[in-house]
Structure formats: C-alpha cells, structure tokens
C-alpha cells in the first residue's frame, strides 16, 4: 500500500512538472517558431527598434580584443550568431526564464564567447563576453539573461549571480567613439528580434 501510495505521488508530481512546462510561454523566432536551446540565431532589431543592424563581438573603449557587444549601424548586417542555454528539460526557450546567452563562435583571443557585464563606460555597466580576465582593470559581473515580450518583439533583461542593486533590461548606447554598444539601462530597452540560422545541407 505504501509502495502504491509512493509511486501515484511520484507519478502526480512527474505529470504536473511536465504540465507546467507545457503550457510555458515560448520566446518565437520571426517565423514563429519556438527558440531551441542551443540553435544559432541573429539578434535583430523591431521594425520599430532602433535603426540598423545585429549585434557582434567587437573592439570598444580601451579593450585590445573583440570583448564588447556591440550593435552594427548597417541594417543588412545581421551580425553573429548567438546560442541560448538552459538547462531545464524541455526543447524550447521559455518567455521569462534565466538562461545563458554566448555567441556560437569565440572570438580569437578571448577566453569564452558566453555574455556579461563589465563597468567600462564610466558608471554604466555594458554587455562583454568572456570573465574578468578578458576585462583587466575593470569590475565585471557573471550572471543570466532573460527574454520577455516587448512592443513587437522581445527585450533582453540582466540579472547577476551575486546578491545587487546591478540588474535590468538591455538597451543601446552611442559612446564617444561611435561604437554602438549594448547596456543594462532601467529606460528603454532594446526591442529585438531572433531569425535562426539556416543550416546548409551538404
């Protein structure tokens, strides 16, 4: 009795785990199609986003390597592919929920492709890749992204692993050099899209 009491408990609860998953929200690319973990995709802006085009890994402030996100200025460029990482059990990418961001490829000379903040443009925190080895002299934080609805697309908020006041959404900022960078911002966040990279069969 206690062995059948046991196992309809575990199964209840397996049933209602899956339950809640299921009816998640998922985050749509522009066809409509679910987010897969791990697949590539451009990050692009709205139509009524700010102009231009995706984002990459570039040189800003006094970076030596390509450690900075940032935003092309040309609408035809899509930028470079990035990856979603979650961990949960399910083949989607939920509409907010923390996960991992990385671009697909790491650019040479920086140690990971995986997305962060680093204090390097005056009190402003602003999104890199990599760790703090990758940002000598600045302070950096480690941490996990979400998307949420927003307009017509989506947003990218910032939340840290350490217990801080540093969190929120991810807007764009124009510095002195005309880089157009990415920045955790508690205005206007940066309205996005997501167009997933087509693999080319052999």
Same mark, same amino acid.
Do not use: C
């Given at each position: 009795?206690?062995?059948? %009491? %046991? ?11 899956? &339950?809640?998953?299921? =009816? ?5 690319? =522009?066809?409509?199609?679910?987010? /897969?973990?791990?697949? @590539? ?17 570039? +040189? ?9 996100? &940032? +935003?092309?200025?040309?609408?035809? #460029? %899509? ?11 399910? #083949?989607?990418?939920?509409? #907010?929920?923390?996960?991992?961001? @990385? ?30 080895? #990758? ?10 992204? +979400? =998307?949420? +609805?927003?307009? %017509?697309?989506?947003? &990218? ?12 959404? =991810? ?9 157009? /960078? ?8 940066? @309205?996005? &899209?997501?167009?997933?990279? @087509?693999?080319?069969?052999?």
């Amino acid at each position: 009795m206690k062995t059948s %009491l %046991l196992f309809l408990s575990f199964l209840l609860f397996a049933i209602t785990h899956q &339950l809640s998953f299921a =009816i998640r929200e998922p985050v749509l690319d =522009i066809r409509g199609e679910p987010l /897969r973990p791990y697949a @590539e995709y451009y990050i692009m802006p709205t139509i009524f986003g700010p102009t231009g085009g995706g984002v990459f890994p570039g +040189k800003a402030g006094n970076s030596t390597h390509p450690v900075n996100v &940032l +935003k092309s200025f040309f609408e035809v #460029d %899509l930028g470079k592919p990035v990856k979603f990482r979650y961990s949960a059990e399910i #083949d989607f990418i939920p509409v #907010d929920t923390y996960m991992n961001i @990385e671009f697909a490829q790491t650019p040479e000379g920086v140690s990971s492709g995986n997305w962060m903040v680093v204090k390097d443009l005056g009190e402003a925190w602003t999104v890199g890749i990599g760790f703090s080895i #990758d940002h000598k002299g600045y302070q950096t934080l480690e941490g996990v992204f +979400k =998307i949420n +609805k927003h307009g %017509l697309g989506y947003k &990218l908020s910032f939340l840290p692993y350490v217990n801080g006041p540093m969190s929120g959404d =991810i807007g764009t900022y124009i510095d002195d050099d005309r880089n157009w /960078r990415l920045v955790v911002t508690d205005e206007q966040p940066y @309205e996005v &899209l997501f167009i997933k990279v @087509e693999v080319e069969s052999s």
